[in-house]
């Protein structure tokens, strides 16, 4: 039981090293430069392919890599980037939810709203009203 905690806290330590310093880690990791182009590319629709391949690695082998690594699977990690993207649209636009949905490569409005509220809890439309509040 030991053993599980320290070697989940080295895995979450690692992690946010990796995410902190992606930038200075893009040439020499290949996770590094995958996550590196899943943020500079969320305003396309990423196939877990697509990632593997810029990464050089196999479509299994990627997606097992990362998931070990980061905690998360691919598709997770890209949802909640576009998330966090469209949060700090609906706060620093004008933008309204199906431009925000359209801009993030999102199916749908609907898809978006669905997948917003369930990483958040909230609709965008109350997310943006309670951002409101607080400025």
Do not use: C, W
Request: proline share 1%; glycine share 2%; charged share 25%.
């Amino acid at each position: 039981m030991t053993k599980e905690l320290i070697i989940n806290l080295l895995q979450s330590k690692a992690r946010d090293f990796l995410l902190e310093k992606t930038d200075s880690l893009v040439g020499n990791n290949q996770l590094a430069f995958a996550i590196d182009y899943i943020r500079k590319n969320n305003h396309k629709v990423l196939s877990i392919d697509e990632v593997a391949q810029k990464a050089h690695m196999s479509k299994s082998t990627f997606y097992r890599y990362f998931k070990n690594q980061m905690g998360l699977t691919p598709n997770e990690f890209i949802l909640q980037g576009k998330i966090k993207q469209a949060k700090y649209l609906l706060i620093n636009t004008s933008q309204s939810v199906a431009e925000i949905a359209y801009e993030l490569a999102f199916a749908s409005s609907s898809q978006f709203i669905k997948h917003f509220k369930t990483i958040t809890g909230l609709t965008p439309f109350k997310f943006k009203k309670q951002n409101e509040k607080l400025a």
